[in-house]
């Protein structure tokens, strides 16, 4: 993940998303208190207060969850593609989706009508 990926999320903030992202990397890959992670920002010249720290772990941490579950998934290689024809707010879809072998969805993709150009497209992409 990198820091650019965050750019707008850090609008008008005081810190840079440098400085959030590295507070919470760390707090969130190891087990540290708001108050060393304070200590070890000041002791690097930035004046961070352990409260906004705490604030910062509650609003961004569900977005990093979201950004970096797709690499944590224990994906070995191995899936399967299932077709099905679905209701969706009262109008009928196909939804195709790409399996592992222990059956957690790997991606999916909806359509309106069945193509198989695009079917073969998210294919591609799955692989």
């Not at 010249?45 to 797709?70: M, N």
């Not at 077709?83 to 993709?109: H, M, N, P, Q």
Request: aromatic letters at 18%.
């Amino acid at each position: 993940m990198e820091f650019k990926d965050f750019g707008t999320d850090f609008k008008n903030r005081h810190f840079t998303g440098d400085i959030i992202v590295g507070c919470m990397r760390w707090y969130l890959k190891y087990p540290i208190s708001y108050r060393n992670l304070q200590e070890m920002m000041e002791e690097r010249g930035i004046s961070v207060d352990d409260t906004t720290i705490y604030r910062w772990v509650q609003k961004y941490a569900p977005e990093f969850h979201k950004r970096i579950k797709w690499y944590s998934q224990g994906y070995d290689g191995s899936w399967r593609v299932d077709e099905t024809y679905i209701k969706v707010k009262g109008k009928w879809k196909y939804l195709y989706r790409a399996i592992d072998k222990y059956g957690k969805t790997i991606d999916f993709i909806l359509m309106h009508k069945r193509n198989t150009d695009s079917a073969k497209r998210f294919l591609r992409k799955s692989y």
